[in-house]
């Protein structure tokens, strides 16, 4: 497994300077005219090439480090809950620039450092109870870029998701490429990420267990819908989601339906104040699931909150989560 990591992770680190990948050379500082790009199915223009960006939260700042853009910014506010950075493909970006805040952006803080574009996600920085918004950056004289795993699509208020996960992914990437000048590493990343996934998928069982993916909450469980990053990582490692039929990113659902659907296999998300083992204990202890396959046969997996947001770490967890369930498929098989 850690070989299989290993390798995933050099491969996403291509379009920089590591594992021996042949990179572009620094971005262009100039254009002869504006970039408008479509972000959230909203056409949107940026007047100039940003030097000074703010980010919000450890998979973002890690598709900016994955394209090699440090040196385009600010700092980044992220809380200190999402897992070790020291041996990440990309620790060279966590030491150069700085981490502004432990909790989320804020106004405050974006303009102390100046900035000159914010790219954050709905629930991923931007939020209406605060003013934190696009909007209100823009009063500010400040362009934003939305992540498209957080773009809202119409059915509530807040309901998130306007693609497949890893096709949001793939926009963000191609959508920074073309702000930033650096066009073809964006797309060796692509290419990398889609060659692994693909590989992973021809992998896959024959009978695709189900999968549930907990995030949080005893009274009720918070998970991923099908347009959040774990629906396409469960799906393309060769599982089901047992929530792809719920039209949201993250959500919460009731246990009875969790109960209900049955998954052979649960993965937890790692983060925050309640580890991954105290997640376990709940999990195996709760008396309404004692019948479920996956809490009868202790079948739950971990992976780490960067792994199941939108990042470039994507294509990595779709590796471990593929290889696990492949055990899983053999053993079930052989009972």
């Known amino acids: 497994m850690r070989k299989l990591l290993a390798a995933a992770l050099c491969l996403a680190a291509t379009a920089t300077a590591g594992c021996g990948a042949t990179v572009e ?26 030097k000074r960006v703010v980010t919000n939260d450890v998979g973002i700042t890690e598709l900016m480090f994955a394209l090699g853009l440090e040196n385009r910014m600010a700092g980044f506010a992220m809380p200190d809950d999402k ?19 432990k909790d989320q952006l804020t106004k405050e803080n974006v303009l102390d450092a100046r900035a000159d574009l914010v790219f954050a996600g709905w629930n991923y920085g931007f939020r209406d109870d605060s003013g934190f918004t696009p909007d209100a950056l823009k009063k500010l004289g400040i362009p934003s870029y939305i992540l498209t795993e957080s773009c809202r699509n119409g059915r509530t208020d807040t309901s998130r998701g306007i693609m497949p996960p890893l096709d949001a992914l793939y926009a963000d990437l191609t959508n920074l490429g ?30 695709s267990p189900k999968v549930f993916l907990y995030d949080s909450g005893q009274d009720a469980p918070f998970t991923s819908g099908r347009y959040a990053a774990p629906d396409q990582i469960i799906s393309e490692a060769g599982g089901v989601n047992v929530m792809h039929d719920v039209n949201d990113s993250w959500t919460t659902v009731g246990w009875e339906t969790v109960v209900q659907r049955d998954p052979d296999v649960i993965v937890i998300c790692n983060y925050g104040d309640v580890s991954a083992a105290q997640k376990r204990k709940f999990l195996l202890s709760y008396a309404p699931l004692r019948n479920v396959s996956a809490v009868k046969h202790r079948r739950i997996f971990v992976l780490d909150y ?20 492949r055990t899983v498929a053999a053993a079930r098989t052989a009972n």
Do not use: M
């Not at 950075?85 to 700085?98: A, S």
């Open 306 to 325: 960067v792994d199941l947001v939108e990042s470039p770490r994507n294509p990595s967890a779709i590796a471990r989560l593929g290889a696990y369930l």
């Open 25 to 50: 050379s620094t971005p262009r500082d100039a254009r002869s005219s504006t970039v408008t790009l479509t972000n959230c199915g909203q056409r949107v223009t940026y007047k100039t090439v940003p």
């Open 83 to 101: 897992g070790d950075l020291t041996d990440v493909p990309w620790k060279d970006g966590y030491r150069k620039v700085k981490w502004l805040s």
């Open 178 to 207: 073309k702000l930033f000048g650096v066009e073809k590493r964006a797309a060796t990343l692509i290419a990398d990420f889609k060659k692994q996934t693909a590989t992973v998928h021809s992998e896959a069982p024959a009978k």
